[in-house]
C-alpha cells in the first residue's frame, strides 16, 4: 500500500492558492456539516475552566472598596459575563470582566483579607438581611477555582499554557514501558507538533498528536508511575549514551520553566485494566494505514493497562511486520468475526492461501484462541454523525494535512471517510468517532490552520473585502486587555480571543415547552447539546436542527428569516428546509459573538413561539425557570398573545418579540414573498422529506405553498371587510361610543410627552395613563389581564378586538392613545 501511495503522482500545490469557502461548498453539493457536539476533544479544548454557574467575589464598580457575590453567566476565553447575585432573573445589570485586569477573588476571600461584603446600591432594597441572604445564595455553590484567578495562570487559556518550547513526555509506541521527552514545535487548537529532545534540528520524527491524546503526559510522568525515560530505538544510535544523559540532565534543570501544568491533562480519558493474552486473535485496523480490517494478533502483554497487536502476516520473507501499543479502550480493535457480522470486508493476512477468509479455519490452522467478546470496549451508535456528512479530517499518510473529509459510512461507533483534496489520493479512512484526528467543519479556519481544499473546490474567484462597521469592530486579545476599563465591555464589542470567535455551548433543553410550530417528538430526538465553537457555524446547526425538528420545516423557516426592515447587526446565512418533496431557503440572522448568544437563543425562541429556555447556553436541570410545564399548544397565548385568546399580559420572564410584534400587520408576510422561494420543483416521485411520524397540517395551518398565493387575495378581502364595518358600525353605551372627527383632531394636535420609558411601565403605570385619557373605563381591562409596558406596545387594533371583546369604535379609540405612546417612545425613547 505504502508503495502504491508513493506512486501516485503529487496533485499539486495549486490548490492549496485557492480560496475554500465552507458555506458555498456545502451549499453546492448539497450536504451538511457534522454537529459540533460530537468532537468531545474539541469541546473539552474551549473550556476554560470557569463554567455557568460559578461564583466569585467582585468589587463593585460604584464602591471600589467593596464586594459583592456574582455569578458566572458565559465564558468567552478570557472574559466572564457576571451578574451580582439578586437579580434574579434580570439581565440588564449583566456586565463583562476580564480575568486579566478585574478585582475577582473566589467565595472566602473577601473574609480572609478583612474586606467588606456590601449589597450594591441597585439590589439593596431586595436584600434586607445581608447575612440570611448570603447564607442562602451560598449554599452548596461551587466557587470560580483559585488557582484561575490569581498566579502565572490568571486568564489564560489552558491551551496557551502549551506554547512552543514547552516539553512533555511521550509514550513508545512500540514499548508503552519507556517514554521520552518531546518538545512542543507548534500548537493548533490543542493538535501539537512534537519533536523528540535531542534532535531540534531534524523534523523527521516529528509526530502531530491532540494533547489529550493517553500517550501523552506532563514531565514527570514516567519516574512517577515507574516508567523508564530513554529515547526511543529509532533515534537512540544518533547520539551516544553519554550525549542523552548530558540531555536528560539539563530537563530537569529546566523542567520548572518548561514544564505544563498537571491539570491540564486532568480531562484525558483514564485508562482502565485489559483482559487480553498473547497469541489472542482479533481483528484490527492499523493506526499508520487506517485503509482495512485485518486478523491481528496481541504479540505482548506488557502489564495491566498495555499490550502490544501485530497485523498478522504469512509471509515467511517479510522483513518487517506492523505492530503497536494498545489498551483496553483503544479504537480499530474488534472481536473475530466483527467484520462479518456487519457486512463488511476482512481483509485477507499476506501470504493467505485463497481468497475466502474462514476464521474458523484460521485459528485451527495457527492452534489460536480468538479474543472474548468481554475484551473490547463497549460500541456506541449514539453519536450524531451521518452519511454525507462532513467534516475535516488529519490525512494519516501525512499528518501535516487536513482535508475536508466525507463521511460514507457508519457501523457502530466507526465512520468510512473519504478526504478530499490530499496531496495523494487514499482509500477511505477508518476512523472511531471518539477520534482526535477529525474536527468539525471551521476548525481549521478558527485556528488558523491550512485546509486542503477539494480538486474540484468551489472557491471564490475574487476575494470579497470585509466591510467592518464600527459596531461590529472585532476586538484582539491585546485590544481587550489594553483597552478594558471598569472591568466591563459593551454588549456592541464583538469578542474574539486569540483570534477565535468564541461560542458557549448550545442546550437543547427537552423537558421545555415546545410549543406550536415543533414536533416534541423530533425535539427529544436531538442531541444534548452543540459547541462550544464558531458562533457564526454554531448556531447555523442549531437554527438547522431545529427547521428538522418542526411540523413543517417550511413555516418554521419563514418565522425565522430576516425581515428585510428589520435592523440587525449580525451575520446572515441562507438556510434551507425541505417540505412535502419541496426545497426552501431563506436567509436568516446569526450572531456572531458570544456576548450576544444568549440574548439570541431567547428571541428565537419567542419567535418559534416555545420556551425561551428551549435552547440555550444554560442547561435546564429539573425545573424550568419559565414553567413552561403548565402550558400546551392551545394555552400558548399566555406566553405571547399570538392566537385568539383572552388573556395578554407580558410574557412571563419578561422578554418579548416587540421588533416584530410593532410592524404593521401582514407587512413582514407579504413582503417575504420577495425573498423565500422554492429552490426547485421536485417531481411526484420526489421523497417526503417531513420528519417521520410528524403530523401534517397542524394547528388548521394552510399548506405553505398555497400561502403566498393566497395571502394577496385574502388582505384585499379583509381590507374590505374593514371598510364595510366602518360605514355600519353601531353602539350601545357611552362607553362605546366612537370619538368624533373633532375629538380625534384635537388629541393628534397634542403631542405627547412621556416622563418615563413605556418600555419599563409596570401594570399600574399603564393602568395610571389610561386613567388621563377618555378610556378610563377600559383600565379595568388592562389590570385584569396585567398588561405592563411591554405589553401595551404590543397591542394593534386586530388584536385589541379578539382579546379585549371591544367593539370597532372603542377598539379604534384604544389604539389611538397606544399610538400616541408608541410615537412619543420612538421620538424619546427609541435612541
Known amino acids: 500500500l505504502n508503495r502504491f501511495l508513493a506512486s501516485l503522482p503529487d496533485a499539486g500545490s495549486s490548490v492549496e492558492e485557492m480560496e475554500f469557502n465552507w458555506d ?18 474539541v469541546d473539552t479544548s474551549l473550556q476554560n475552566g470557569f463554567a455557568p454557574g460559578m461564583k466569585l467575589e467582585v468589587a463593585v464598580k460604584s464602591d471600589q472598596n467593596t464586594y459583592w457575590v456574582a455569578t458566572i453567566i458565559t465564558t468567552c476565553g478570557q472574559l466572564l459575563l457576571l451578574r451580582y447575585d439578586g437579580y434574579g432573573e434580570d439581565r440588564k445589570a449583566d456586565f463583562w470582566c476580564d480575568i486579566m485586569t478585574a478585582d475577582l477573588h473566589p467565595i472566602g476571600w473577601c473574609e480572609q483579607n478583612k474586606k467588606i461584603l456590601k449589597v450594591p446600591e441597585g439590589i439593596k432594597d431586595k436584600i434586607p438581611d445581608q447575612e440570611e441572604f448570603l447564607q442562602r445564595v451560598l449554599k452548596g455553590a461551587c466557587s470560580a477555582p483559585a488557582n484561575l484567578l490569581e498566579g502565572l495562570h490568571r486568564g489564560k487559556n489552558p491551551l496557551d499554557l502549551i506554547a512552543p518550547g514547552s516539553r512533555l513526555e511521550l509514550q513508545n509506541i512500540r514499548d508503552s514501558l519507556e517514554a521520552w521527552i518531546v518538545n512542543v514545535v507548534e500548537n493548533v487548537g490543542g493538535r501539537l507538533k512534537l519533536r523528540y529532545e535531542g534532535l531540534e534540528d531534524s523534523d523527521k520524527f516529528d509526530q502531530w498528536l491532540f494533547y489529550l491524546d493517553p500517550f501523552l503526559h506532563q514531565v514527570g510522568w514516567a519516574a512517577q508511575h515507574g516508567y523508564s525515560l530513554q529515547p526511543p530505538l529509532a533515534i537512540r544510535s544518533l547520539k551516544s549514551e553519554a550525549d542523552w544523559q548530558e540531555i536528560l540532565k539539563q530537563v530537569k534543570e529546566e523542567e520548572e520553566e518548561s514544564s505544563v501544568p498537571t491539570d491540564l491533562f486532568k480531562d484525558k480519558p483514564v485508562i482502565g485494566v485489559h483482559s487480553f493474552s498473547e497469541g489472542m486473535k482479533l481483528e484490527a485496523v492499523d493506526p499508520m494505514a487506517p485503509f482495512v480490517i485485518s486478523p491481528a494478533t496481541v504479540l505482548k502483554v506488557f502489564n495491566e493497562k498495555y499490550f502490544m497487536i501485530e497485523i498478522d502476516d504469512l509471509r515467511p520473507d517479510r ?28 481483509s485477507p493476512p499476506p501470504g493467505y492461501p485463497g481468497q475466502d477468509f474462514d476464521w474458523a479455519d484460521y485459528l485451527k490452522q ?5 479474543a472474548p467478546q468481554s475484551c473490547f470496549p463497549s460500541l456506541t451508535s449514539d453519536h450524531g454523525f451521518k452519511e454525507n456528512m462532513k467534516l475535516e479530517a488529519v490525512n494519516p499518510v501525512d499528518p501535516e494535512e487536513v482535508c475536508i473529509a466525507t463521511v460514507t459510512k457508519l457501523k457502530d461507533s466507526y465512520l468510512w471517510l473519504q478526504l478530499e483534496g490530499s496531496a495523494k489520493p487514499v482509500p477511505d479512512c477508518i476512523v472511531s468517532v471518539e477520534s482526535m484526528n477529525i474536527f468539525p467543519v471551521g476548525w481549521c479556519e478558527t485556528n488558523g490552520y491550512q485546509l486542503r481544499p477539494p480538486r474540484k473546490a468551489i472557491v471564490n474567484k475574487q476575494k470579497k473585502i470585509a466591510v467592518v462597521q464600527p459596531e461590529k469592530q472585532i476586538l484582539s486579545s491585546r485590544t481587550v486587555h489594553d483597552g478594558l476599563k471598569n472591568q466591563e465591555l459593551n454588549s456592541s464589542d464583538s469578542v474574539v480571543i486569540n483570534g477565535k470567535y468564541c461560542c458557549p455551548k448550545i442546550y437543547f433543553n427537552h423537558r421545555c415547552f415546545s410549543g406550536p410550530y415543533l414536533n416534541k417528538g423530533r425535539i427529544a430526538e436531538l442531541p444534548q447539546s452543540v459547541g462550544p465553537g464558531n458562533c457564526v457555524l454554531v448556531l ?7 427547521i428538522n425538528a418542526a411540523y413543517k420545516p417550511s413555516r418554521v423557516l419563514r418565522e425565522l428569516q430576516l425581515d428585510e426592515e428589520a ?16 426545497s426552501y431557503r431563506a436567509t436568516v440572522e446569526v450572531v456572531r459573538t458570544a456576548d450576544r448568544v444568549a440574548d439570541f437563543c431567547r428571541k428565537t425562541c419567542i419567535k418559534l413561539e416555545c420556551c425561551p429556555n428551549l435552547f440555550g447556553p444554560q442547561m435546564v436541570l429539573d425545573k424550568c425557570s419559565e414553567n413552561c410545564s403548565v402550558l400546551t399548544k392551545t394555552k400558548y397565548t399566555h406566553y405571547y398573545g399570538k392566537r385568539k385568546n383572552k388573556r395578554i399580559g407580558r410574557p412571563p420572564g419578561g422578554h418579548s418579540n416587540l421588533e416584530v410584534a410593532m410592524k404593521k400587520p401582514n407587512k413582514r408576510r407579504k413582503r417575504r414573498k420577495h425573498f423565500f422561494v422554492h429552490k426547485k420543483k421536485r417531481s411526484s416521485t420526489s421523497v417526503d422529506n417531513t420528519p417521520a411520524g410528524s403530523p401534517q397540517g397542524s394547528g388548521g395551518e394552510e399548506d405553505d405553498d398555497q400561502d403566498e398565493s393566497e395571502l394577496s387575495h385574502s388582505l384585499a378581502q379583509d381590507r374590505d371587510k374593514r371598510k364595510r364595518k366602518l360605514r355600519t358600525f353601531s353602539f350601545s353605551d357611552d362607553e362605546n361610543k366612537p370619538p368624533s372627527p373633532k375629538d380625534i383632531k384635537m388629541e393628534v394636535a397634542e403631542k405627547l410627552q412621556l416622563d418615563s420609558n413605556p418600555l419599563e411601565w409596570s401594570v399600574a403605570d399603564v393602568v395610571r395613563f389610561l386613567k388621563s385619557t377618555d378610556c378610563a373605563p377600559l383600565a379595568r381591562i388592562f389590570l385584569d389581564q396585567e398588561i405592563d409596558g411591554q405589553a401595551l406596545l404590543l397591542l ?12 370597532l369604535g372603542p377598539a379604534i379609540k384604544l389604539c389611538h392613545h397606544i399610538e400616541r405612546v408608541k410615537l412619543a417612545f420612538y421620538q424619546q425613547f427609541a435612541n
Open 540 to 546: 447555523k446547526e442549531v437554527l438547522t436542527l431545529l
Open 24 to 41: 458555498e461548498y456545502l451549499e453546492d453539493t448539497g450536504a451538511t456539516a457534522a454537529p459540533h457536539g460530537s468532537f468531545k476533544h
Open 567 to 582: 435592523a440587525w447587526h449580525g451575520h446572515g446565512e441562507t438556510l434551507k428546509a425541505k417540505y412535502k418533496g419541496k
Open 796 to 807: 394593534t387594533l386586530p388584536t385589541v378586538q379578539e382579546c379585549m371583546d371591544l367593539k
Open 366 to 370: 495457527c492452534g489460536a484462541e480468538a
Open 319 to 346: 522483513t518487517t511486520s506492523q505492530s503497536y501499543i494498545c489498551h483496553v479502550n483503544s479504537a480499530g480493535i474488534f472481536p473475530v468475526q466483527w467484520s462479518l457480522k456487519n457486512g463488511l470486508h476482512l
